[in-house]
Nanobody, 123 residues
Framework: QVQLVESGGGLVQPGGSLRLSCAAS????????MGWYRQSPGKERELVAS???????IDADSLKGRFTISRDNAKNTVYLQMNSLKPEDTAVYYC?????????????????WGKGTLVTVSA
């Protein structure tokens, strides 16, 4: 069983900052790509940023310069530093990770999602 637990969401004023964290736990052999997605009311879930175990990053062009993804492989944790927040950044932010479980000669990889953390940007 693998769990992703997000933290760090909340209410922030426009121009403010928040740092989201997501820790993967359970019977983990290896965590490959980890990432953050967000979903606003009435919109589809969209990629914010993702990062491989080796540090390769893919991030949304529209968010470059304001959002920064990072990870701590030893802790199986991914972070999202969000600066200069705008009301349009209001959304539920979801953590995603591709996790390999198993051992010996049997391994299994699967996508996991956290339950989401709400970020509200409002005066």
């Amino acid at each position: 069983q693998v769990q992703l637990v997000e933290s760090g969401g909340g209410l922030v004023q426009p121009g403010g900052s928040l740092r989201l964290s997501c820790a993967a736990s359970g019977s983990i052999f290896r965590v490959n790509t980890m990432g953050w997605y967000r979903q606003s009311p009435g919109k589809e879930r969209e990629l914010v940023a993702s990062i491989t175990a080796g540090g390769g990053i893919i991030d949304a062009d529209s968010l470059k310069g304001r959002f920064t993804i990072s990870r701590d492989n030893a802790k199986n944790t991914v972070y999202l530093q969000m600066n200069s927040l705008k009301p349009e950044d209001t959304a539920v932010y979801y953590c995603n990770a591709f996790v390999v479980t198993g051992g010996g000669e049997h391994y299994f990889g699967m996508d996991y999602w956290g339950k989401g953390t709400l970020v509200t940007v409002s005066a």
